[in-house]
């Protein structure tokens, strides 16, 4: 499996969060990361579950959806086809520029700033409600490969195993597991 880098090195561009359920978060000059739970005064933050659709069919399940990761990449490749969003706008906690997030394997551990550490445990699957933020923007984020396979591009969900404080221009240190890696799947 081979994960894209930026010689330059890869760094947080942005950081987010609200304390609602709702579609977008607000930008914030840092967030503190709780281990085990997520950013500290998120709504998606807890051991269990926290997104509203997974916790009508359990919400007793573990929580892999503690953190949201987008690369700004992203957001340059849909300002191309003519949308804009911008960091938090699709509800991301941390927004990344110099990571191949979305061709990590599962388990991989991104160190951010001094001390805190994410494990990522999945891509993130979008939903509908993207459409009512951009209209038509579900179909640029979820695109079908050249053997008709869907791509999610809406970035990757982790967990906190170390907390701390993570800010803007923070750097990220990937650290892949040993193999074999498994790609990532929705969670």
């Known amino acids: 499996m081979t994960v894209r880098w ?6 947080v561009v942005s950081v987010s ?19 085990g739970l997520g950013v500290d005064g998120d709504a998606h933050s807890g051991t269990t ?29 849909l300002a191309q086809d003519g949308f804009e969003v911008r ?7 941390i927004t990344t520029r110099g990571i191949d997030l979305l061709h990590l394997p599962e388990g991989t551990l991104l160190h951010i700033g001094p001390a805190a550490v994410v494990q990522v445990t999945g891509l ?14 579900l ?5 079908r490969d050249s053997a008709g396979k ?24 990937a650290e892949v597991p040993t193999g074999p890696h498994r790609r990532l799947k929705c969670v």
């Open 150 to 173: 869907v791509v999610r591009k809406t970035g990757i969900m982790g967990i906190v195993l170390a907390g701390g404080l993570v800010s803007v221009d923070d750097e990220i240190r």
């Open 17 to 35: 969060q609200s304390s609602r359920h709702n579609f977008s978060k607000d930008q914030v000059d840092s967030v503190l990361l709780v281990e």
């Open 6 to 11: 930026n010689p330059q090195g890869s760094t």
């Open 49 to 77: 579950v926290q997104h509203l659709y997974k916790m009508r069919s359990n919400p007793t399940q573990p929580n892999l959806r503690q953190v949201h990761l987008i690369h700004a990449e992203l957001f340059d490749e």
């Open 124 to 137: 993130r699957n979008p939903c509908r409600q993207i459409d009512r933020f951009r209209t038509g923007l």
């Open 139 to 143: 179909k640029a984020v979820l695109p």
């Open 87 to 93: 960091p938090g706008d699709l509800g991301e906690n």
